[in-house]
């Protein structure tokens, strides 16, 4: 499951090293459109699952994840091939409809198989290897296009997704049980939503999962301007990305060894409060200026440990009522997260110009806001 979803994550973060060199080869010359490349696949990815999702609880598990790799292979084909910006747009739009099949089913085939702390444990080994592979994917694509160019990215994907493919189809088994098929019709999709949507705590968690992964986002775009522009430290940004990849990396396997002991809910309270005191603590002191660089690494470490802590155990405790339709829940469950996330994102980050501060008001808000509704939810 881990690999499957890593198929995602590589196709994402192993082409930034080569944007421009698409750029100049596709006569695309503006630098803001380039960023289209990598944001088109998140179309892509949102658009799959809700086809995809539904899709898979009628035909199973397996045969979607093989309509999606089919769909990504072709999409791939077409990237490495075309001349045309706009074509290279649809093609990653397109290879993110065909990746929403891996991302989606790797989660309903763990809801599939096991339930309560053990699926959260699962589902952490699953969400640290995704949460990895951004650290080592730009080394990766960099060293591809200086000993190959940057459409050998697009073929060590497919390559890499093929061995993927092949051990999945050899050594897992369909985990969707027979009576947990639902005869496919044009409504499937209606009554499946309607379904998710009545599970009260199910909506509650996306939510949080939304706000939290909002939150995250903002880092994913605004830190190379602020340790490159704020701090004048473009050098040491790869490893600075690392080291608070690796916090994250480091506190989902750490959940996945204490999930069973303490339980999801406990872990997530605590670290709720966690994450709301050390946003607190930064806006306090450093409202007005930005504090050293070693400081606000200090700072961004503990916040994103505790986001490793939250990422899996939400999803796992948003997917536990939904077994009878894990795969449109976690359609649903991802899509509605991603909608809820990008807009924070956005809107925190336009306050990000000449402090940092905008930040962590936005992990103040949107943590408290989730630590609220999930002592809320506790309470029923």
């Known amino acids: 499951m881990a690999s499957l979803m890593s198929i995602v994550a590589i ?29 088109s ?8 699952q809700l086809i995809l999702g539904p899709l898979s609880d009628s035909f199973g598990r397996k045969p979607t994840v093989y309509i999606g790799f089919l769909i990504f292979t072709i999409a791939s084909i077409l990237c490495i091939s075309t001349k045309s910006f706009e074509v290279m747009i649809f093609g990653r739009v397109l290879q993110g409809i065909g990746l929403a099949a891996p991302r989606t089913m790797s989660i309903a085939i763990v809801r ?38 940057w459409t050998f990215i697009f073929t060590f994907n497919l390559l890499f997704g093929g061995v993927v493919i092949v051990w999945f189809w050899l050594r897992q088994a369909e985990t969707l049980k027979p009576e947990y098929k639902i005869p496919f019709s044009l409504t499937l999709f209606k009554t499946g939503s309607i379904k998710f949507f009545l599970q009260k705590s199910s909506v509650v968690y996306t939510l949080l999962s939304g706000f939290i992964t909002g939150a995250f986002m903002v880092y994913l775009s605004s830190s190379q301007q602020i340790i ?5 430290l473009a050098e040491y940004f790869p490893y600075i990305f690392g080291c608070c990849a690796l916090s994250v990396g480091l506190s989902t396997f750490f959940n996945s060894q204490l999930v069973m002991k303490y339980g999801m809910k406990r872990i997530i309270k605590t670290s709720l409060f966690c994450f709301v005191i050390s946003a607190l603590i930064f806006v306090i002191f450093f409202y007005n200026h930005n504090p050293s660089i070693g400081i606000l690494v200090l700072f961004f470490n503990i916040q994103f440990f505790c986001i490793g802590f939250l990422f899996g155990n939400l999803r796992a405790l948003a997917m536990e009522p939904l077994g009878h339709i894990a795969g449109i829940g976690s359609a649903l469950n991802g899509f509605i997260s991603t909608v809820i996330a990008v807009p924070i994102a956005n809107y ?21 806001l989730s630590l609220l509704l999930f002592l809320g939810t506790l309470k029923k």
């Open 112 to 149: 599939d198989s096991y339930s309560g702390d053990y699926m959260a444990k699962i589902i952490s080994m699953v969400v640290m290897v995704f949460i990895l592979i951004p650290v080592v994917a730009p080394t990766l694509g960099q060293f591809l296009i200086d000993h190959f160019d």
């Open 11 to 39: 196709s994402i973060d192993a082409l930034l090293p080569a944007l421009p060199k698409i750029g100049a080869y596709l006569s695309e010359f503006n630098k803001e459109s380039h960023q289209k490349i990598i944001t």
């Open 348 to 368: 925190i980050g336009s306050f990000i110009s000449t402090l940092v501060v905008p930040m962590f008001v936005g992990f103040l808000l949107f943590g408290g």
């Open 228 to 232: 490159e522009v704020q701090y004048g």
């Open 41 to 48: 696949i998140f179309l892509g990815l949102g658009i799959g």
